[in-house]
């Protein structure tokens, strides 16, 4: 009998401990749920499978946009440059299959290497000549737009090969391609973020720069690849955007930078750096689309969107504030 109640203690603790961490941690996840109940009673559609999917497949994009945005915030910097990224490295991947006539996979890593070059030149920036992130990559989003725009004369890169459109339109089974370059995305930087030295210090970097580098940590390098990583991720929706549309759009990304600095606020990340989780970002990309989504099917318009993402920025950085001064 003695044995069964320490059990059942031991299940009431984990219990109570997941509940802590949930509280803690992921506390938009109630914000999803109570979402979901909400528009599923509005609408009749909204838990249809198809509209899931669709769900699930719009989000990816800035979702994974939003995982490099979460490793610069907790770096203690903000890269609001990634939407400019997002429409470079299409562009230039689009242009080196059109007319280079170069194969997929080596236009893919051209433009996986365009974004990442991007997030370099921010990263040494910011950590190199000490420009405040904020400047520096409202700097680089400035260039890299209009570099897109000189290098296309602000007309679309089409004609691409039909192979691409795999990427950003195909299917593995019944799942969309993009859900599942997705979720190897946050897979990954879940093991990065959670399990490995170099998202331990990228997350000490950001919540004590001075005590970092007393601990031996070699803060410009982590925050450089801070950067680098957010700029390749960029690109790599970048790349989801040219297969869906089938050409390279120089106005591609525009606004993905708020959304997806939204999406990992909203999902906990602290703009003061050195406190986030990567799966509170998901469930903060998913809050906004799924927000997006069921206004859409409701029929209310595109400013009163626009006008609520930015109330539910303005509310996520406050509860952000009140956090950090609890603390």
């Not at 236009?107 to 030149?121: E, M």
């Amino acid at each position: 009998m003695s044995e069964q109640i320490k059990k059942d203690k031991a299940i009431w603790v984990n219990v109570k401990t997941l509940v802590r961490t949930v509280n803690s941690k992921y506390f938009i996840l109630y914000a999803v749920i109570a979402l979901i109940i909400i528009l599923t009673i509005l609408s009749d559609s909204f838990l249809s499978l198809h509209n899931i999917i669709n769900i699930l497949r719009q989000s990816s994009m800035v979702a994974i946009i939003a995982v490099g945005v979460f490793f610069a915030i907790v770096s203690g910097g903000i890269d609001i440059s990634v939407g400019s990224t997002v429409g470079l490295a299409g562009v230039i991947m689009a242009k080196s299959l059109v007319e280079l006539n170069l194969p997929i996979f080596l236009g893919i890593i051209i433009g996986l290497a365009v974004g990442t070059f991007v997030g370099l030149i921010n990263g040494l920036l910011v950590a190199k000549r000490n420009i405040p992130p904020f400047v520096a990559t409202l700097g680089t989003m400035g260039a890299v737009r209009g570099l897109t725009y000189v290098l296309t004369n602000a007309y679309p890169v089409s004609g691409l090969p039909k192979g691409i459109d795999f990427i950003g339109r195909g299917y593995v089974g019944p799942i969309p391609v993009p859900i599942i370059i997705m979720l190897v995305v946050y897979v990954l930087a879940y093991i990065v973020a959670e399990h490995t030295r170099v998202g331990r210090f990228i997350f000490a970097i950001g919540g004590n720069e001075e005590a970092a580098h007393l601990s031996g940590i070699k803060i410009d390098k982590y925050r450089i690849f801070a950067y680098m990583t957010s700029g390749g991720l960029a690109a790599l929706s970048g790349i989801i955007l040219v297969s869906r549309l089938a050409s390279g759009q120089p106005n591609a990304g525009l606004n993905y930078e708020f959304e997806a600095i939204t999406s990992a606020v909203v999902g906990g990340t602290s703009l003061s750096g050195g406190k986030g989780t990567i799966l509170g970002v998901l469930f903060g990309a998913l809050f906004i689309s799924i927000l997006l989504n069921g206004m859409v099917l409701l029929n209310i318009s595109s400013y009163y969107q626009q006008m609520l993402k930015g109330i539910v920025l303005i509310l996520a950085v406050m509860v952000d504030v009140a956090r950090n001064k609890g603390h």
